[in-house]
């Protein structure tokens, strides 16, 4: 317990400041000191529970030693070959905003070679995307950018979320981060399924969405509950539904136009909706 490092680490503990929780200024504060060289308090924490309250609010935190797991090993980029199906997994537009890039995967875990691994606005997002656990690897920036331009030269016929460019202008995106990217994957899976409806349903622990017609009904999909305004936001945005109880979606899926007819339905527990395809 004597050797309290100091760190402000997102959870990962990547960052070890040199000070040491003794040498820091006692405030009036149990447990919280101050640092004469950056002037942040320095919050000390017994559990790494703890410490991840604080450092996902910003804080700096000084830990015993023993809580401070093992850093992740980094991994090289340069000379790399890239596998095109695991950069497919990440639209390549998130790779480009949060600095990283799929590497490898194996079983429910995908390696993400990262910029900043203690990132974890960028873990929760590719994992939401992908649905698989995060292996966060440490790599420069300048080696996640060439693997970057390598890879959208590699994968140039694919358009992120299976929509394929077609010779006119493309139309403006509908959809926005990553909800917009879960809401393309489910049309481009009901799709390719030719299933005849799709019921975005809210249930007590979230959203659940459903494929096929009354009676015939099979969950597809969970949302988590948080996100159920900003799903049906971009529904409504997309369709064009912003008041009517109706709208209509147009949408490019590999080169093809779909409609879908969208109805919203209120109840008790909010706002849902049925998307059903519409024969041109």
Known sequence: MADRPIQNCQVRFQFKCPKQWDSLRETAEPGVRLCGQCHKQVYL??????????????????????????????????????????????PLEVCRRHGLIPVSRSGS???????DPSNLNAIDDVKF??????????ASPRDIQESLERAELETSDYVEMGVMVCEEPPE????EGPVGK???RVLLDAHQKQEARIQVELIDSGMVIRYGLEGSQRDTMWVPFQLRLEVMRQLRHASRGIVDPEGQLHI??????????????????????VLQPVSR
């Not at 875990?109 to 910029?115: F, G, R």
């Open 172 to 175: 403006p995106d509908l959809f």
């Open 252 to 273: 490019l899926m590999r080169g093809q136009r779909i409609d879908y007819q969208v109805r919203f339905n209120p109840t008790a527990l909010g706002e849902e909706a």
């Open 182 to 184: 879960l809401i393309r």
């Open 109 to 115: 875990s995908l390696v993400v070679a990262m910029s």
């Open 129 to 138: 995307l992908t649905g698989y656990d995060v292996d966060a690897r440490l």
């Open 45 to 90: 924490c017994q559990s790494t529970q703890e410490a991840a309250e604080h450092a996902r609010a910003g804080h700096c935190v000084a830990v015993p030693a023993g809580l401070v797991p093992p850093a992740e090993p980094g991994i090289l980029l340069h000379g790399r070959e890239l596998d095109p199906d695991v950069i497919r997994l990440v």
